[in-house]
């Protein structure tokens, strides 16, 4: 399914936005319920569990690298690209020493310079540590490289 790219402009901006997907005095995130509702936006289902709530972030991304799921594991560009078009584009990193992955959706917009990876990169709508729009390098450790990213082809 493809939206208006301008009306998932403000969808993201307002996600960012809300104050109930801040980080909790105690650390806890909420990438993947920020993920989950912009997957709503795209009448997407795929990240939600059986009693409605929404898959963690290592679920998320263990369902998008399944065959069956409808997810192509792609460049950044293409991410990027793909979400100013309208369609649903994700970031991802798996953390093998950290009981958290991370998770967040491309944000509709051309690629930016990163400094830090030496390379352009797509924005994404962050929900984590910090709650913005903002070049992927700034939402992952940029110690571990670039995130991967996927876009949803049905």
């Not at 301008?6 to 990438?31: Q, S, Y």
């Not at 997810?71 to 990193?93: E, N, P, T, V, Y």
């Amino acid at each position: 399914m493809m939206i208006d790219p301008e009306k998932l402009k403000k969808t993201l901006d307002a996600l960012v936005k809300d104050p109930a997907l801040k980080m909790k005095a105690d650390g806890t995130t909420f990438c993947n319920v920020g993920l989950h509702r912009a997957a709503k936006f795209f009448e997407y289902l795929g990240f939600t569990k059986k009693n409605g709530e929404p898959f963690m972030a290592r679920e998320i991304i263990a369902f998008i690298k399944t065959r069956e799921a409808g997810w192509l594991i792609c460049a950044g560009k293409q991410a990027a690209d793909f979400a100013l078009r309208g369609g649903f584009a994700l970031s991802f990193m798996e953390f093998t020493s950290d009981p958290h992955d991370h998770v967040a959706a491309v944000y509709p917009a051309k690629m930016e310079m990163s400094g830090s990876l030496g390379c352009e990169v797509p924005l994404v709508a962050n929900i984590g540590k910090k709650n913005a729009v903002m070049k992927s390098s700034g939402a992952y450790p940029v110690a571990r490289g670039e995130c991967r990213y996927a876009i949803y082809v049905g």
